[in-house]
């Protein structure tokens, strides 16, 4: 995974969200709905008798354990909020649609900025990506390797 331009990274090492062995067969997401089957997570119909398991995504937003953040701040945004945030949202709905695991957690004020905390450092990047191909301005990443959290930082 790229967190910044040409350096690469393994996220998840201290993953509390992960399962400790591959699930077996089809599994359905109590939480959204999401089917496991084949090794990973879709949206797919519901198959006979699922085993009921919880998807790593609706695991993190219980513990509230976002894997990346996305803090937005600037004149623009305040001139502009309503149009990032659709934007945003707009951006989750696409990821989301083939990769049910990338999430947005919350959006919340931090001062003059938002911040966007997300299950996945894919969306994340994505999200300051495509404000950053939008709008333009200040686009930054920052991996912490302790914490295994990517901090996304996008200004104008």
């Not at 996220?11 to 699930?23: A, E, G």
């Not at 947005?104 to 999200?127: E, Y």
Request: hydrophobic residues 35%; proline residues 6%; positive net charge.
């Amino acid at each position: 995974m790229k967190t910044a331009r040409g350096t690469l990274r393994t996220p998840q090492r201290n993953d509390l969200t992960r399962q400790p062995r591959k699930l077996r067969g089809p599994a359905c997401c109590p939480g959204c709905g999401a089917v496991y089957r084949g090794g990973r997570w879709r949206w797919e119909e519901v198959p006979a008798a699922p085993r009921a398991e919880l998807c790593p995504a609706c695991h993190r937003a219980r513990q509230r354990a976002p894997m990346a953040s996305v803090t937005l701040s600037g004149e623009f945004l305040a001139a502009h909020r309503d149009e990032i945030l659709a934007r945003v949202r707009a951006c989750e709905r696409a990821q989301n649609r083939n990769h049910p695991l990338q999430r947005i957690l919350a959006v919340t004020p931090a001062g003059k900025a938002l911040r966007i905390t997300t299950t996945d450092v894919h969306l994340a990047r994505r999200i300051g990506d495509a404000l950053h191909a939008a709008y333009k301005g200040e686009l930054d990443y920052r991996y912490n390797e302790k914490d295994d959290l990517l901090r996304v930082s996008w200004s104008r």
